[in-house]
Every structure is written in structure tokens, then in C-alpha cells.
């Protein structure tokens, strides 16, 4: 009969077999899948190689690691100093460790020692740098920098992990702003596996729903933990949008590729709000500013007509002097007349000149209404805009006659000059002008 | 984004009111008309921006909906 191995014994033979074979710790290099902490402090996952999977994802090779908690300060400590790197899964790695045998689950596992942080580091910036290859080549680097940002973003469009820091940072700097924000916040994972695709279907229902600014916001983290921002789907998905996307990842120092393609990117959620707020600010501030520039020309423009005004009534009121005393004239010779005449004629006469008279005196009231009318209108603006007001707070206006003196040539040494103030008017005579405009 | 548009063309009417009351020949009844006009609108922009407290709606079961509803044709 051939030799029989008891389990026990075929389990030791292959131990021994394999510590011929990899007699030394090795470097293997995948990606994390299936990481699990025990509660005694061991950390457990599998490498694969990434995209080797059959069409059920289920991939060609597997390797079982052990960290265990005796290695794991070791780890650590590397993780800690470099903070770029965190294992979870989807990251790739490159560990050093020793093939073992596990006899107890009759598997293979590789017992891990140490991890080479770099080369993750490294593998992030290369695979940022072959994406941003390829969207520059497709033209998608500036497509959602070119789509202009509203002046008035009021309807924002958030994603980000509901609950979060970042979420509460985001509405906690809108809401203090006072304007009347209208928010949709859309939940999305911003980190791990299904990252991604969570953003993408986030950003497709922003698409949906229609919002005038979008924000893309997550808090800080360790570079792998931002790995999804640097993803190509999710970089084109920002670029194609049909609004402007501004994003506030919360990292120190690089820029993702999201941020790249992106219409403005803020270092912070509360960065990026506040960059809204201030675009409403900026608005507001115009309004501001041609509110106090309209009632500035409006009153300059009420003082120059009631100027004009002014003089029409005192016209009107010398020819309605005149009109008068020449019809009073006529009526008095008139009167004269029918003294010498016959009594008949008197009547006559008389009758004629006092309906003349009547009329005089209407077409004389009518014409005093319209104007009386005219200027009342005027006072009706002037109280409107207040020139009281601008007086009140130090402005002046100096007349020569009724003329408002605008520029020192329309007054001439000697002149005397009136200036009205807020508290009355001051009288004085012009010593000289410079003439020159004074800025 | 219709929004957007009302206020840009509300700040283009104000600049434009402001051009011609600044003009030299100003016309009274004009005057008023205008003034009453720039107030109206500097008055809705103003209202718009501040009209009501933010207002916030939280989009959370999207992902979880469609992944259920994709499971259920299956």
C-alpha cells in the first residue's frame, strides 16, 4: 500500500514545503477587498488583483492577509507618519509579509509585516495624472469652468454625506448669510467602494431635478479616503454637468481630479458656501449702489425742474398781471363810454364786458390750477427722495439767484451766493474760483 | 436658472433708468415715472434675495430606491 499522510501530517508537510519555498518575507502588491477587525485586534482582507474579476466580479486569485495585532503598532505608525494612507477596501497596496500555512482552515494567507506607503502614494498620482491625460484630450478639463456662475446663486444644489461635518458646515454658513437660499441636498458615500457611483447618481439627480449652482462637499481625510474624486466617471459626470460645479473636498494638499474639472475649487465646505454667499453679496451691493446713485440724479434732476418751474410761475403770474390791468383798462373806458351813452347801450355794453371779464377771470384760474397741479407733483417727488435728507446728512446747495451752482464758472468773484444747509441757508460773496474741477 | 435671469435683467433696467436720469434734459413727468420704477424693482430683488429663511430638502433614500426597485425586476 502507498504511503498515507494523516491530515495532520500532510498539513505540517506543506507548511514545512512552503517555508522552503519563501524562506524570506516577500512583496506583493493588490488591492484590498473584504477588510475585517477582530475584536482581539487583528486586522483580516484579501488582495486581488484589481479588475481580474469574471463577469459575477468574482476575481481569478485571491490572497488571504492576517495583520496581526502584534504587527499591527508597526503598521500603524507608518500609516500615521506619511496620513496620506488608510486600508480600506478598494485601496491598492504593495505589503511585505510572510507566506504561511494556516493548518487550522487548511489555507494559504500571507502573514503581513509592513506596508510601502509610497507606493500608494505614488500609484494615486499616476493614475491622477493618466486621467487628467485623457479628459484633456477629450476637451473636459475647462468644459464646467466655461458654463458661467450665476450672479444670484440662490438655488444650490448640494452633494455631500447627509450628517456630516461637512453637510452642517456647508447649511450652517448659508443659513447665517439671511438670504433666502433654497437647498437641495442630495446624500452621496464620499468615500469607499461605492463612492462613485453614489456621486454620479447624486450629481444625475441634481441634473434632474435643476439647481443654478451645484457644490460638491465631503470634510477632510487621508488621500485614499479621497480616491473616488480622482475617479474619471465621476470627473467626467462633473465636467458635463449643465451647471456650475464648485467643490470643497477638505484636503490640505493636492488637488483631486474633481477639483480640476470643476468651476471653482474651495478649500472647505464652509470655503465654498461662503464663496456663494459673497456672489448674492456682490448683487446686493450693485442694488446698494444704484439705489443711492438713482436718488442722488433724481433729486438733482427734481431741484434743476423746479428751478425751471419756478420761473415759468413767476412768468405766468406777470403776465396774468398784465392781462388784467389792461382788461381792467378797457373795462374802465368801457364803462366811461356808457356813462355818455343811452341807457339801452349801457345795458348792452355792460352785459358784453362782464361776460368778457367772466371769461378772463376762468381761463385765468384754469391756467393758475394747471400749474398750481405741476407744482404740487414736483412737491410730491421732492418729498418722495428727501432732498432734506441728503441735506441732513452734509450736503449743501449753493444757488446764485435760483440758479444751482454746479461748477465754479457758473459763479464769478463778487457774486453773492446763497448755500443752503440742513439747518438753514448762509449768505456769502464769492472771493475767486480756481476753476478747477475738484475731484 | 430663470431666476437668474430675472435679476440680470432687473440690474440691466436699473442701469439703464440711472442713464437717463443722469442725462442732462430731464423731463418731470418722466422723472417720477422713472424713480417710481427703479424703486419697484431695487424693491423685488431685495425682497427676492431676502424673502424667507433658507429653505433646505434632503434627497437621502435615492441610491437605496433604485437599488431596491433594480432587485425587485430581477
Not at chain 1, 83 to 109: F, L, S
Request: aromatic letters at 4%.
Amino acid at each position: 500500500m502507498e504511503a498515507t499522510y494523516t491530515v495532520t501530517e500532510l498539513s505540517r508537510a506543506i507548511g514545512r514545503t512552503l517555508a522552503r519555498a519563501f524562506p524570506d518575507e516577500l512583496w506583493v502588491e493588490g488591492e484590498i477587498k473584504d477588510l475585517s477587525r477582530s475584536r482581539n485586534g487583528h486586522v483580516y482582507f484579501t488582495l486581488v488583483d484589481p479588475d481580474s474579476g469574471d463577469d459575477q466580479g468574482q476575481p481569478a486569485a485571491v490572497l488571504p492577509v492576517t495583520l496581526f495585532a502584534t504587527d499591527r503598532g508597526a503598521v500603524n505608525r507608518v500609516l500615521m507618519r506619511t496620513g496620506a494612507v488608510r486600508m480600506t477596501n478598494g485601496v491598492h497596496v504593495r505589503i511585505r509579509g510572510r507566506v504561511t500555512h494556516y493548518p487550522g482552515r487548511g489555507t494559504v494567507q500571507l502573514r503581513m509585516s509592513w506596508i510601502d506607503t509610497e507606493y500608494t502614494i505614488g500609484r494615486l498620482a499616476a493614475e491622477r495624472i493618466a486621467v487628467l491625460r485623457r479628459l484633456d484630450a477629450a476637451g473636459l478639463l475647462e468644459a464646467n469652468a466655461r458654463l458661467p456662475l450665476p450672479g444670484v446663486p440662490l438655488e444650490v444644489g448640494v452633494v455631500t454625506s447627509i450628517g456630516s461635518a461637512a453637510h452642517a458646515d456647508f447649511l450652517a454658513e448659508l443659513a447665517g448669510s439671511g438670504y433666502a437660499f433654497t437647498v437641495t441636498v442630495v446624500d452621496a458615500r464620499t468615500q469607499g467602494p461605492e463612492a462613485v457611483t453614489s456621486l454620479v447618481r447624486a450629481l444625475d439627480v441634481l441634473a434632474m431635478r435643476g439647481c443654478a449652482v451645484a457644490a460638491l462637499v465631503r470634510g477632510g481625510g487621508a488621500q485614499t479616503d479621497l480616491a473616488a474624486f480622482d475617479d474619471e466617471t465621476l470627473a467626467r459626470t462633473i465636467a458635463l454637468a449643465p451647471f456650475p460645479v464648485l467643490t470643497g473636498i477638505g484636503h490640505e494638499v493636492d488637488t483631486t481630479v474633481a477639483d480640476r474639472v470643476a468651476n471653482r475649487s474651495l478649500k472647505t465646505p464652509t470655503a465654498c458656501a461662503q464663496a456663494l454667499v459673497a456672489m448674492v453679496r456682490a448683487f446686493e451691493q450693485r442694488l446698494d449702489g444704484l439705489a443711492a446713485a438713482t436718488v442722488t440724479a433724481a433729486v438733482g434732476g427734481a431741484q434743476q425742474a423746479a428751478t425751471g418751474l419756478g420761473r415759468r410761475s413767476g412768468r405766468l403770474a406777470t403776465a396774468t398781471r398784465l392781462h388784467l390791468t389792461r382788461h381792467g383798462r378797457s373795462i374802465d373806458a368801457a364803462t366811461a363810454a356808457i356813462g355818455r351813452r343811452a341807457p339801452l347801450a349801457t345795458a348792452r355794453a355792460s352785459g358784453a364786458t362782464l361776460r368778457l371779464a367772466s371769461r378772463t377771470a376762468t381761463a385765468t384760474r384754469h391756467a393758475l390750477t394747471a400749474e398750481e397741479r405741476r407744482l404740487d407733483g414736483l412737491a410730491a417727488i421732492q418729498r418722495t427722495h428727501d432732498p432734506g435728507r441728503m441735506l441732513a446728512r452734509g450736503w449743501t446747495l449753493t444757488y446764485r439767484g435760483d440758479r444751482l451752482v454746479r461748477r465754479p464758472g457758473d459763479v464769478a468773484p463778487g457774486d453773492h451766493i446763497r448755500t443752503e444747509t440742513a439747518g438753514g441757508g448762509v449768505r456769502s460773496v464769492v472771493e475767486e474760483g480756481d476753476g478747477e474741477p475738484h475731484g | 436658472m430663470a431666476d437668474d435671469i430675472g435679476y440680470t435683467a432687473a440690474m440691466r433696467e436699473l442701469e439703464e433708468i440711472l442713464a437717463q436720469i443722469e442725462a442732462d434734459d430731464v423731463d418731470v413727468d418722466l422723472l417720477s415715472a422713472r424713480v417710481t420704477r427703479a424703486a419697484e424693482l431695487i424693491r423685488l430683488c431685495r425682497e427676492r434675495i431676502h424673502a424667507t429663511r433658507i429653505e433646505v430638502e434632503e434627497i437621502v433614500a435615492g441610491l437605496e430606491d433604485a437599488d431596491e426597485q433594480a432587485e425587485r425586476r430581477q
